[in-house]
Structures are given as C-alpha cells and as structure tokens.
C-alpha cells in the first residue's frame, strides 16, 4: 500500500498544515534559545574561569620571586590549568583570539581582581571556544608573565532534563488544542457534507441549523433555501403527475362503460384489454406519487419476518412458482424503517423476480463492519442487456418489450423501490449473474 503524505479530508489536511508549522516555529525558537544559551554559558564559564585566574595571578604576585616556581609546581597538582612562570609572553600555535573576545576576557580578568596594565599590554590571550581551549599571558608587576593554559569545555543548551520535558510537553499540548481547533473549525463542513448526502436520499430530510459564525449560518441558510425549491420542484412534478393521473380515472371509466356496447366481441375484448392497461398505468402513476410524499413514521421492524411475509405473498399470488421462493438468512434481525414502504419496495423486487426469473431466492446478509445490511433477490430468467441495467430504473422504462400485462407492468416497480430504498438511505442495484438470471443487491443502513 502506497503510504499517503498529503491526507485526503481538509481536517487532516488543515491540522497537517498548523502542525508542521508549529513544529518549525518550535525548532526556530529552540535554535534561538539555544543560541542565547550558549552566549550565557560561555559567559559564565569565561566569569568562573577568569576568577581561578585572578586568584593564581595575586598568589604568584604576592610571592617571593625566588618562591614563585614552587607555589606554580603546587598549583600544578590536582588542576587542570598548566601554569608558567617565564620571561616572555606565551608562545602557542592556537589563533589570537579577536578583539571582541579579548575585551570580554579583559573585563572579566579586571572584574576578578587583576588590575588592567595600561591600555591592556600586559596581556596576551589566545585561543576560544573553536579550539576548545585559551592560553592567556598575564605581565606581572616586576616585568615576568604568568603563562595559564586552560580547557573550555563543551557547552551544551540542552543539557537540561526539565527544559526538554517542558519544550516536549509544551509542544505536544499545542498539537493538541490545534487538532481540537481543526475539528471544531471544520465540523460545519462534515455537516453540510452530511446534510447534502441525506438530501440525496431523501428530499424530506430535516434543515440544517443556522447558528454558529456568520459564514456558517450564512452557508446553511443558503443550503436550506436550495433544498426548499428542490422540495418544491419535486412537490409540484410530483402533484402534477398525481393529478393528471387521477384526472384520467373518469375518463377510463367512461370509457369502460362505453367498450361494453360494443357489439363486436373481438373489438370490445380488445377495447377493454386497452383500457384495462390504461387504468393499470394511472394507478401505478398515483401509487408512485404517493410514494414520494409519505410521511409514513420510522419505526423498529424484524427484516427477516417482512421478507418471508412478502414470499409467502408472492407465493399464494403465483401458485405455480410458490417452490421456487426461498429465504436465507437470520431468523430476526431489527431495523429502524418505514414498514409499508419497505416492504413495498422488497414485494416490488420479488415480484419482477418471478413475472422475468420464474424465482425468487432472497438473501439477508448480517451487518458489516460498516454497519450496512445487505439484502440479495436473484432469479434464473433469461437477465437483461448491459445497456438496460440502469434504465430499468427510468419512470415508465420496461425491460421487456411488449406491451402484455402479464409478461411485463408499466415500468414504475423499480423506480418505485429505488426511491423508497434511497429514502431510507440504502441503495438498490442491478447485476447479471454468471449462471443466468438477475441478482438485485439492496442495500441498508443496519
């Protein structure tokens, strides 16, 4: 698996962004207190390394000059300092040391007690931090150097526990409260993400909130008016299919009454046939309307007992095919759904099932871990062309192409089912089977 740097969701994205950033400015501002902490601890190890100085210089310089050589053997011992006395100044192969840090060392040497020659030329230093030592030449009073050579240890900033615990901690509660700011600051947006999902599935799901910030507020208003005119867009097609629908029904009846004078029994039979046809149409037509408008309530209902209700439906409605449905599945399994809907849209299913396949075998799988139900009706007719899958779901669209009753309805009962699926949000999808036939996979949310 490819192993993804730049996240996919703006949360991550927008947390990896103010992360990295605050890791910089936390690495910029160590440098800098690393930096001035290195000044300071140079500082204090030239101040303390001047005061063993000074001290040397008043005890060689108090001494008896026939004395001076044993005091410096007796400092010697024990010290990490290499003191001399000589009659010139210190010769070493270590660079002078330059002007900046002459004058520090020279007031640290005078603040220590070692009065400044005039205009410093009785003293000669050599070396610095660089070259991890200093060789320092002071002239004594009656014209002799004393000649100090002495190790600058290693400056470390972060030799400090407590000061990296603190930095440590101190940048994992600023990823924190960053994370906790991320989502906070982008739970509008799954919201409207989710609102926007629900809306697909159902045109009648509640309003988004207008609260929080402006730009939110302003960005749900602006969503809730959108799918205010979709719901009256579909309300009003809807209602005017509806009423054309039940404007023909007296007409049709008319008509009916009328086929019946005919005296031509083949010509009534046929007038008859095609009115019964038309009626079926108008109240498939009103069937589907009142399907898009329910307010039918959610409630809790066992899946597997509607299942079996709607074969044994199927079954005493085509005798001849009752052996052929089967169910597969859990007993019970409870889930939270509009029961008429639901099973008008399964009863939808098995019933194209038996009018093209002859059968109807029905699989309720358990939930996955994505707590998604799935629900499979398969038959063995002949399947329908790779061309016509999606169609089949288009208002009036018929998989078969004649125009028989009983080969083939008015081509609503798919689009009937998707719509009460998807307004529970699931899904319902058409696929040939390798062995002949069609499997519809139904889709639910557990």
């Avoid at 210089?57 to 007796?74: A, C, I, K, M």
């Amino acid at each position: 698996m490819r192993f993804r740097v730049w996240p996919r969701s703006l949360a991550a994205r927008t947390a990896l962004v103010l992360i990295a950033g605050l890791v910089v400015v936390q690495i910029a501002g160590l440098g800098i207190h690393a930096s001035d902490r290195i000044e300071v601890l140079r500082l204090a190890q030239a101040r303390a390394l001047a005061i063993r100085i000074a001290g040397i210089y008043r005890t060689v310089v108090l001494t008896f000059p026939e004395n001076r050589q044993t005091v410096v053997d007796e400092l010697r011992h024990g010290s990490d300092l290499d003191v001399q006395v000589s009659d010139a100044p210190p010769i070493t192969d270590l660079p002078r040391m330059p002007p900046i840090g002459q004058s520090l060392w020279r007031v640290n040497l005078n603040l220590s007690g070692v009065p400044p020659p005039q205009h410093w030329r009785g003293v000669e230093i050599f070396g610095g931090p660089r070259s991890r030592q200093i060789v320092i030449g002071l002239r004594m009073p009656d014209g002799e150097w004393l000649n100090v050579r002495a190790p600058l240890g290693l400056v470390r900033p972060w030799h400090s526990p407590a000061y990296l615990a603190a930095f440590l901690l101190m940048t994992i509660a600023a990823a924190g409260l960053t994370l906790w700011a991320v989502r906070r600051l982008t739970k509008p947006v799954r919201t409207l993400a989710a609102a926007a999902e629900a809306l697909g599935r159902d045109v009648n799901s509640p309003p988004l909130p207008e609260n929080g910030p402006s730009e939110v507020a302003t960005a749900a208003a602006a969503f809730n008016t959108m799918a205010a005119r979709i719901r009256r867009f579909v309300q009003d097609r809807t209602e005017l299919l509806t009423a054309i629908g039940h404007d023909l029904r007296t007409p049709i009846t008319r008509l009916k009454l009328r086929a019946e004078f005919v005296e031509d029994d083949e010509q009534r039979a046929k007038m008859l046939a095609d009115v019964e046809e038309l009626e079926a149409m108008v109240s498939a037509t009103l069937a589907f309307g009142r399907d898009a408008r329910t307010t039918e309530p959610v409630v809790p209902l066992d899946l597997a007992e509607l299942l079996r209700t709607v074969l044994d439906e199927a079954g005493d409605a085509h005798p001849d095919v009752a052996a052929m449905l089967h169910y597969d599945g859990p007993a019970h399994m409870t889930v939270r759904a509009r029961p008429l809907g639901l099973k008008r849209a399964f009863a939808n299913l098995v019933t194209n099932a038996v009018n093209y396949g002859g059968c109807a075998r029905v699989t309720l799988q358990p939930p996955s871990d994505s707590g998604t139900l799935v629900i499979e009706v398969e038959d063995e007719g002949p399947g329908i062309a790779p061309g016509e899958l999606d169609r089949v779901f288009e208002p009036f669209h018929r998989g078969e192409p004649s125009r028989s009753r009983e080969t083939g309805g008015v081509g609503l009962g798919l689009p009937i089912a998707r719509n009460i699926l998807r307004a529970h949000g699931g899904d319902v999808t058409l696929a040939n089977r390798p062995a002949g036939g069609v499997k519809v996979t139904v889709t639910l949310p557990a």
